[in-house]
Each structure stands twice: as structure tokens, then as C-alpha cells.
T-cell receptor
Framework: GDSVTQKQGQVTLSEDDFLFINCTYS??????LLWYVQYPGQGPQLLLK?????NKGISRGFEATYDKGTTSFHLQKASVQESDSAVYFC????????????FGSGTRLLVSP | NAGVIQTPRHKVTGKGQEATLWCEPI?????VFWYRQTIVQGLEFLTY????????DSGMPKERFSAQMPNQSHSTLKIQSTQPQDSAVYLC??????????????FGSGTRLTVL
């Protein structure tokens, strides 16, 4: 079945550092790829979505680009803030037999002031 | 818009007892999803409904777990004879199935189930 892989369990940065979170995916279809963010005590919320039609998503200073050749979908931000501290999940929409969202294992981002 | 409402926020059960978790989706959303979140397994898909009909329950444990959606305004996840390994945060999400916002899951804050 479809899957996504996040190898970075935790990333620790200082404010104004550059953020890069790695994500790769496996699917037999043309995927819709997503990044969700989860703050403590809350459910995940959509950060941005990318389809094969647009290849790139931008939201709240975060950017993700879909690369079909390397099956990657990395998340970047030029300058992180302490308020960006959260868990970030890469995900894809599995469209086989209906649809469901398959999540990666998550990357915890800690940003110190 | 109150968002997806899950009750209770916390539930503690003894081993072997039954637990019922409730979810109220966003009004007008036609799809409801259940996920389980643990540190070890991450976010695991359990099941989902569209227009109240079960579509995919491939993530549901075959025994003791069941989900229903008797009407548009709520869904339940029932765990019979709870075991310590059922301890997790159970998340409900809803989505529309048309328009630009289709496929975006709106999650509730979850129910933290602790089985002693």
C-alpha cells in the first residue's frame, strides 16, 4: 500500500535558522501530498497541500515541493520562530478503494529563542 | 463553527471494561475518519465513513473494535474488553467530499484512553 517515510524524529533549531524536513513517499498513483502540523493537546491541522498539477505549496512561510523523480516532498522554511515548535507530519491521500490519508511518523521541531 | 468535537477528552478504564468514544463532525461534512495515535505507532488509520456508510475499515483491529455512524451528526468508536495496549489518543476527523477543500481532514482534539 501507499506509504510515507520521515526519518528525522526530532529537529532542534534556534530562531531564524533554516528548516528542512525530509519526506519520501511510495505510491502507485499520482498522489496528493500534504503536510500537517500538530500542536500540544490538539489534533493535526493541515499546513499545506500539493498535487501533481501545481507541484508546490506555500503556507505561513512554509514551502514544500513535490519531486516525482525522487519521490520526495520536503518541507522548508527560511527562518523559523519559537512558535513553529510542533510535530510535523508528511502525508498522502491514498486513493485506492475510496480515499484515506496515510501519515508519516512525524518530526518534532523544537525552536529555541 | 465549533470544529470536530470529541468526547470525552480523557477516559480511564480498567482492563476488560468497555469504552465508547464519541465524535461530532463539522456540520455539512460528509466523511468521518478515525485514527489512533501512539508514540510507537504514530498516526494509524482505523476506519472511515462517507455519507454515514462504512467505506474502509482496513485499519480496525478485527476483534473488540467497532465503529458506527448512525446519523450525520455523530460517530462512535467502541472498544470491548479494553486491554492496556489499547491505550492511545483516538482522533476523529471530518472532511467534505467536494470543492476545493475536499480531502482536507479537520481533526478534533482527541480522546486520550488509558487502560489500567
Amino acid at each position: 500500500g501507499d506509504s510515507v517515510t520521515q526519518k528525522q524524529g526530532q529537529v532542534t533549531l534556534s530562531e531564524d535558522d533554516f528548516l528542512f524536513i525530509n519526506c519520501t513517499y511510495s505510491t502507485t498513483t499520482y498522489p496528493t501530498l500534504l503536510w500537517y502540523v500538530q500542536y500540544p493537546g490538539q489534533g493535526p491541522q493541515l499546513l499545506l497541500k500539493v498535487t501533481t498539477a501545481n507541484n508546490k505549496g506555500i503556507s505561513r512561510g512554509f514551502e514544500a515541493t513535490y519531486d516525482k523523480g525522487t519521490t520526495s516532498f520536503h518541507l522548508q522554511k527560511a527562518s523559523v520562530q519559537e512558535s513553529d515548535s510542533a510535530v510535523y507530519f508528511c502525508a498522502l491521500v491514498d486513493q485506492t478503494g475510496g480515499y484515506k490519508v496515510v501519515f508519516g511518523s512525524g518530526t518534532r521541531l523544537l525552536v529555541s529563542p | 463553527n465549533a470544529g470536530v468535537i470529541q468526547t470525552p477528552r480523557h477516559k480511564v478504564t480498567g482492563k476488560g471494561q468497555e469504552a465508547t468514544l464519541w465524535c461530532e463532525p463539522i456540520s455539512g461534512h460528509s466523511a468521518v475518519f478515525w485514527y489512533r495515535q501512539t508514540i510507537v505507532q504514530g498516526l494509524e488509520f482505523l476506519t472511515y465513513f462517507r455519507n454515514q456508510a462504512p467505506i474502509d475499515d482496513s485499519g480496525m483491529p478485527k476483534e473488540r473494535f467497532s465503529a458506527q455512524m448512525p446519523n450525520q451528526s455523530h460517530s462512535t468508536l467502541k472498544i470491548q474488553s479494553t486491554q492496556p495496549q489499547d491505550s492511545a489518543v483516538y482522533l476523529c476527523a471530518s472532511s467534505s467530499t467536494g470543492g476545493a477543500d475536499a480531502e482536507t481532514l479537520y481533526f478534533g482534539s482527541g480522546t486520550r484512553l488509558t487502560v489500567l
